[in-house]
């Protein structure tokens, strides 16, 4: 466990930029009662402390793309490597090292049918030392992506959040389409979500108006969404665990459902293959975690058995590249 650790300013802080991180200071100074050189100084306290990053994350559903999760198991000397090569991918957004070293976890967002099939067809199958590769189409996300784990800790009153609460995204009737224009925003904010206009305005050679309207019509529309990254240990949280459920048809829905509304549950969808529910958890201890799953997911109806592999290491977080 690390020597320092959050006060509750700090945690309002963290949930703030969850629900709007692109609020300006002043914003939120106003909404948690604080000035603005408090909320400044506690950013910048945060980036140091914790590895604070506000991401511009793209929304592949959005855009009529597929998500994919891989489980590509290898020989324990390949698995950095692995990882390693599969985060410098463009269309790769999450790479992690799990099962004592002898597995790499990746989710890709494939721009195209034939960039999916060479990869998965061609490249893996082919990379030495790799002895296995599963693939999996995500189908439906119960949480996760928008919803950040960070609405989950409670900092903020009610008040407090509707004060910081952006506009709604509105309801997707046929997939976004992206211009030049656009690939540049998103290419900007993927490395800081809290890019200003000016800059933003520098890449895409836009005025400053029109880069702000194609700003809030990317958010508007949920093409575009604001992720906040940070070392869960900081709030006690040493042990990150991938659940794969096996769920009967008929209660894919409840159970997922359920395991959105978990406090430990950072991300839940239903995919394709034998395990049909996959799930991302947080613990303080692996105690907890046997706890989360004898007595929580052991309760819950139509849940037929579950396999469970520990986080090592995260490669590769959420992030946004042109033409990915």
Known sequence: MQSWTPDSLDLKLLQAL??????????????????DQTVARRFRRLRTTVQLRVLGITDASRLGRSTWLLRLRCTPD??????????????????????????????????????????????????????????????????GGPLGWLRKINALSPDEQAALSPPPVEPATTPAV????DEALLAVLSRDGRAPLTELQARTNLPESAVKRRLDRLRSTGVLYLDVQFNHEYLGHDVVAMLWLTVAPASLGDVGRTLASHPEVRFAAATTGQANIVAATLHPSTGDLYTYLSEKIGALDGVHSIETALTLREVKQ???EPGS
């Open 18 to 35: 969850q629900i709007d991180g692109r609020a300006p200071f002043n914003q939120i100074a106003h909404a948690l009662q604080v000035s």
């Open 78 to 143: 390949a698995a950095e490597q692995l990882a390693g090569a599969l985060a410098r991918r463009p269309d790769t957004v999450y790479v992690s090292v799990i099962s004592g070293g002898t597995e790499v976890m990746c989710a890709m967002k494939p721009h195209t049918r034939q960039a999916r099939d060479e990869l998965l067809l061609d490249r893996l199958p082919r990379t030495p030392r790799v002895t296995s590769v599963s693939a999996h189409c995500l189908l439906h996300h119960f949480y």
């Open 178 to 181: 992206l211009d030049d224009a």
């Open 318 to 320: 959420l992030t946004y």
